[in-house]
């Protein structure tokens, strides 16, 4: 990296973080969860709004700087997604295993399936040349399937109720539904980057990796966890932690499926309620969340062209998509709720809540990107899909509980 490279990437972070952070506190008072403002800060730095005033790039974030943001965003999605698997509460499931499974796998297949149906009609104009219908139907699938779950335990948070019982069985849904979406993600992986025969080898081959790191890896942790020191973390153990983190998403991404699965599935196996994994958490949230993530955000903003969506039908195109992403999640989850037997206003409130998209639509989608699977023009369609859901989902539950306020829960949910 030249020097002026190097000041080039140290601009826009710094740009990105302090217009993230101002954005964020203004859509506070909207109750809207401080993603909203990074991501719209990555995309307002990005070239979709300086190409309004004439900019063929933009001059925070010019074309040059993007391999080395590239790396930076990587970095600090993988140490994310650790971090997102260390809050991943089994336990939390248990209390109401069968509400929690049914809901979460039925606001994962009628997307999916959706998503699917969707993907016939837009193939021959949207998808990327060479790819495949399979692998871009079942691409789209995920892509509509996925819950935000850090995102929707924030907004759980910002309105007092994530340990009511709505709260904890909204926060089981959506911890079931990352599993879910991320296994489906790692399969589709698979199918794109091999052909047929070599996507089964792929999907064995992590299965098996799945497999000896839940079956073997995990005990193992558990026990060392368990015997070593609660005065908190010495510097071998956090050197142990991160090459054991780099090593799984290396395996993963050697695999043929990506990175952050790897992270996430050696967060996963740490005991949340360790010693080890609350100092892990207090010690990186605030350096990954504020420092390396934005680079994510910025590197997904000169990525996001949303000037590619142009015309009439393409911004109707648009719209069906997001239409059709609210419907499969909020339709499927309230359908199951209902079969479970919560009623309508509770059933109601959790297809609003897993219709929370956020950062791990984001996720998905630059995955998607990388891959080539979905093209740049539809890769915009669908971040602004993942910005209107997200932002729809604090003002639909105002409106739901003014109008249909409960006077107490149903038992149904205790």
């Not at 098996?208 to 790191?213: E, F, H, K, R, V």
């Not at 990186?284 to 990525?303: C, D, H, I, K, S």
Request: charged residues 10%.
């Amino acid at each position: 990296m030249s020097s002026h490279s190097l000041e080039q990437v140290l601009l826009a972070l710094a740009a990105v973080i302090l217009l993230g952070r101002v954005l964020a506190i203004v859509l506070k008072y909207f109750g809207q969860p401080p993603v909203i403002g990074e991501v719209l800060a990555g995309i307002a730095l990005g070239p979709s709004l300086f190409s309004w005033f004439g900019f063929e790039a933009s001059p925070l974030l010019p074309k040059d700087v993007a391999p080395y943001l590239s790396i930076i965003a990587q970095l600090g999605v993988i140490l994310y997604m650790f971090l997102v698997g260390l809050e991943f509460n089994p336990g939390q499931i248990k209390s109401q295993v069968y509400a929690a499974v049914a809901i979460s796998h039925a606001s994962i297949v009628a997307p999916f399936l959706l998503g699917m149906a969707l993907a016939w009609g837009l193939y021959g104009q949207l998808a990327p040349e060479g790819i495949s219908f399979l692998s871009f139907a079942l691409f789209m699938g995920v892509a509509m399937a996925v819950t935000a779950f850090p995102v929707l335990a924030r907004i759980l948070t910002d309105r007092g109720i994530a340990r009511t019982p709505i709260g904890v069985l909204a926060l089981s849904c959506a911890a079931v539904d990352d599993v879910t979406a991320w296994c489906l993600l790692a399969f589709v992986s698979g199918v794109v980057k091999s052909q047929t025969g070599g996507a089964v080898y792929v999907i064995l081959l992590s299965l098996l990796y799945i497999a000896a790191m839940l079956i073997l890896v995990r005990p193992i942790a558990a026990k060392l966890i368990a015997r070593s020191s609660k005065n908190g973390l010495s510097a071998t153990a956090v050197a142990i932690i991160f090459a054991a983190l780099l090593l799984s998403a290396w395996t993963t991404e050697y695999i043929g499926i990506h990175a952050v699965f790897g992270a996430f599935l050696l967060g996963v196996i740490i005991p949340h309620d360790s010693h080890i994994a609350k100092s892990l958490q207090a010690g990186l949230e605030q350096v990954v969340v504020v420092l390396l993530l934005p680079a994510f955000f910025a590197y997904t903003g000169m990525r996001t062209q949303i000037g590619l969506v142009n015309g009439w039908e393409q911004w109707l195109i648009c719209g069906l998509i997001i239409l059709v992403a609210s419907l499969g999640k909020f339709g499927g989850t309230l359908v199951a709720a209902r079969i479970a037997g919560l009623d309508w206003h509770t059933s109601s409130s959790l297809g609003i809540l897993m219709n929370t998209r956020g950062l791990m639509e984001l996720i998905v989608l630059n995955v998607g990107l990388d891959l080539g699977v979905i093209s740049p023009t539809l890769f915009a369609m669908m971040v602004l899909m993942a910005l209107a859901t997200t932002l729809a989902t604090t003002p639909l539950l105002v409106l739901l509980e003014r109008k249909l306020l409960p006077a107490s829960l149903p038992s149904a949910v205790a």
